[in-house]
């Protein structure tokens, strides 16, 4: 029987951010892409994820944002994850200055969300990507897609996120943490905190690669989530 594969993605993401591990996974597994744009808070959306998940058990895969969904899920419904995918996320909660920095964000987006992504650009991919059609071309479609009100929603929604190191001892599936070697935004060695902190854990650093893992190394990520898949038999 194929395993059931949740995908979550990250802010102002939609299943674009995904689209060559859909590909990939297809072929030997049911695979979804979680809504993250609609609830307020981490626990509505994680909340709303498992109320609209068609298969009752699965492999859950966060993206940033989505990773902090994911820990929320294991909290709720641990039950229902048979394995689990942190990329490019952390346990920790925001600090002051990146709440700050958000603050002056929702405050640009307002008036110019294409500003917005320009600023985010370098901080999401690794500079030899970036400009390439399917990393920036992606991001920018994605933003314009979303828009300015999901993008205030969900960065009030990461600025309250709660701190999830505290229940890492308490995940107890396979979990495989992927880092860009390159991430500004959850840098390596958050990922390294997570895979210490989770006791079955693997990590798995990608070079050349900044926080939107799935753009900057498509071919990379997909690889790594099948050999994981295969060897775990889910």
């Known amino acids: 029987m194929k395993p059931n594969i949740l995908l979550l993605p990250g802010l102002l993401n939609d299943a674009s951010v995904f689209t060559d591990q859909v590909a990939a996974l297809s072929a030997m597994s049911t695979v979804e892409v979680g809504d993250l744009s609609v609830a307020e808070t981490i626990p509505d959306m994680a909340a709303s994820v498992l109320k609209l998940a068609s298969a ?40 002051p200055e990146a709440s700050a920095k958000r603050e002056a964000l929702i405050k640009l987006a307002a008036t110019d969300l294409d500003a917005v992504t320009e600023q985010l650009l370098p901080l999401l991919s690794h500079p030899d990507r970036m400009n390439l059609p399917a990393v920036r071309g992606v991001i920018q479609s994605m933003a314009s897609s979303l828009g300015k009100e999901i993008f205030e929603r969900q960065q009030r929604a990461i600025m309250g996120r709660p701190d999830s190191r505290p229940t890492l001892k308490s995940i107890t599936c396979p979990t495989l943490v992927i880092c860009g070697q390159d991430d500004q935004i959850t840098p390596p060695e958050l990922a390294k905190e997570m895979a210490t ?38």
């Not at 699965?58 to 995918?85: D, K, W």
């Not at 490019?88 to 909660?93: E, K, L, M, Q, S």
């Open 56 to 95: 009752k058990h699965f492999v859950l895969l966060g993206l940033s944002l989505g990773g902090y969904v994911a820990f929320e899920i294991m909290r709720q419904a641990p039950e229902r994850v048979a394995g689990l995918v942190l990329m490019d996320t952390t346990a920790r909660p925001d600090t």
């Open 197 to 234: 902190g989770i006791k079955h854990a693997k990590l798995e650093l990608i070079a050349e690669c900044g926080h939107l893992a799935t753009l900057d190394q498509p071919e990379l990520v997909c690889g790594l989530l099948l050999d994981w898949i295969k060897d775990k038999k889910f």
